[in-house]
């Protein structure tokens, strides 16, 4: 478990009444597996922290059908930034994939961060900077053409979501069916075992 202030300790260290102004404004929040943090059509006005568990974001189709489009674990970030900074309705809902704890920054309190402290200021920066590459990293994965590759780019840059998440989620975040996924990663596999093999023959 990971807790926001002791996060922001280790991009810039903070002194005392800095942690005290944090810890006096942030809100957290436990949340059960499969509960909602933001709902579609809801204005978001948060920035959350997860100090423990796991939280996906996912889409709902003209069908009804969900679509997982990222997942965020422990010490990851998550908002809905067009929401948060236009006010406009939320694009996807947030769900906890696993019972969690989130702790919460609202706009009125980062405000008040910043205006006491300019220290907060470059820390925000530091945490959109973080946003922003997460979901560059998404973004890269989605463009590969072959699920293979997206599958291990994944594998890549985010093993611990092969830890923590459902089968199914990720399946629906690289993209294919989650019986696809089992076929595939089984597919992988034998293929490794037989590279291994003809590496042991050849030595």
Not at 2 to 9: A, V
Request: aromatic share 8%.
């Amino acid at each position: 478990m990971q807790n926001i202030t002791d996060y922001f300790s280790t991009l810039i260290p903070l002194d005392a009444p800095e942690k005290e102004l944090l810890e006096r404004l942030v809100v957290r929040r436990k949340f059960a597996r499969k509960q909602l943090l933001l709902s579609i059509g809801e204005r978001c006005t948060f920035v959350g922290f997860i100090e423990e568990g796991a939280v996906r974001h996912c889409s709902i189709d003209d069908a009804g059908n969900e679509r997982t489009c990222d997942i965020n674990l422990e010490g990851n970030w998550i908002t809905d930034s067009k929401s948060f900074t236009t006010g406009a309705p939320s694009r996807y809902n947030l769900q906890a994939l696993k019972s969690c704890r989130v702790a919460f920054l609202s706009h009125q309190a980062l405000e008040q961060m910043y205006a006491a402290f300019p220290k907060f200021q470059a820390i925000s920066r530091m945490i959109n900077e973080r946003i922003i590459l997460r979901l560059g990293e998404i973004s890269e994965m989605l463009l590969l053409p072959m699920p293979e590759e997206r599958y291990k780019r994944l594998l890549e840059t985010n093993r611990r979501i092969f830890e923590q998440a459902p089968r199914k989620d990720i399946a629906h975040l690289i993209g294919i069916a989650p019986e696809s996924l089992s076929r595939m990663t089984k597919r992988l596999y034998e293929g490794e075992a037989q590279k291994k093999a003809g590496t042991k023959k050849a030595g």
